[in-house]
């Protein structure tokens, strides 16, 4: 299990149009085979900074994802609407206070 964080960071007068967008496409990523789930933040004090957190089965499922036709229509979408280039990690937890571990 991998985790994916992607840092968005888009055009202020984007913000709204991006996150109406994905209100139409999150099912996507969430329901795509090997996601087990997507969250996206929002930066509370630079609302134009969004965070994308997900979770895969294997750097293979990500990579499935980031080759398909549904990637290949949302990306293309949003990328005008970055101010900054994406930051992205995939990583591997090696703590998680989170979690009931007992």
């Known amino acids: 299990m991998i ?3 992607v840092k968005l960071e888009f055009n202020v007068d984007k913000v709204d149009d991006f996150l ?3 209100d139409t496409v999150k099912h996507v990523v969430n329901e795509f ?4 789930g997507m969250k ?3 930066d509370t004090n630079k609302p134009w900074i969004i965070i994308t957190y997900s979770h895969w089965e294997s750097q ?3 990579n499935d994802y ?3 036709e549904e990637f ?3 990306w293309p979408k949003i990328k005008p609407w970055f101010s900054n280039k994406p930051e992205a990690w995939s990583v591997s ?3 998680n206070g989170f979690e009931d571990n007992k």
């Open 72 to 74: 290949g229509s949302i």
């Open 40 to 42: 996206l933040y929002q």
């Open 60 to 62: 293979e499922h990500l």
């Open 20 to 22: 109406r967008f994905l």
């Open 3 to 5: 985790t994916r964080i």
């Open 33 to 36: 085979p090997g996601c087990h």
């Open 66 to 68: 980031r080759n398909s």
């Open 93 to 95: 937890a090696y703590f």
